[in-house]
């Protein structure tokens, strides 16, 4: 089910921070917004309908106030854009993507083990006999 339309930016920060703290409504999460980004209440209502109509987030009327949660897990989410992004902007390829990595500057021990990890769970893939 991945929703069709790309994300802005503002879209985005915002769709990360719902899938960290939802249920939420518009009032909590514009008070984070404006102490982080100084964006209006009315900024983070427009972003979160837009993100509801374009499949990002479902809401639900809770004593009188919308509350707000994202219709897949943020790891689903996050695999879903990854996903796009490669088949987008390099072609399918993963190979630039893991250029930039191996360029960008030093990963932690945490990250090197998740990234070892993949690599085993691709390796058991390729060597999975083919139905």
Do not use: C
Request: aromatic fraction near 6%; hydrophobic fraction near 35%; glycine fraction near 8%.
């Amino acid at each position: 089910m991945p929703p069709s339309n790309a994300l802005g930016k503002t879209e985005l920060d915002i769709l990360r921070y719902i899938a960290d703290h939802h249920p939420i409504s518009v009032g909590e999460l514009a008070d984070h917004v404006a102490a982080t980004s100084g964006q209006a209440r009315t900024t983070v209502l427009t972003t979160m309908e837009r993100l509801r109509r374009k499949g990002y987030l479902r809401r639900k009327k809770v004593q009188g106030v919308y509350r707000y949660w994202p219709k897949i897990a943020k790891e689903e989410l996050l695999r879903q854009l990854v996903g796009t992004f490669v088949e987008t902007a390099l072609g399918g390829s993963v190979a630039p993507f893991v250029a930039f990595l191996a360029h960008s500057g030093p990963l932690s021990e945490g990250e090197m083990a998740s990234l070892r990890q993949l690599v085993r769970e691709l390796e058991s893939k390729r060597k999975e006999p083919k139905p």
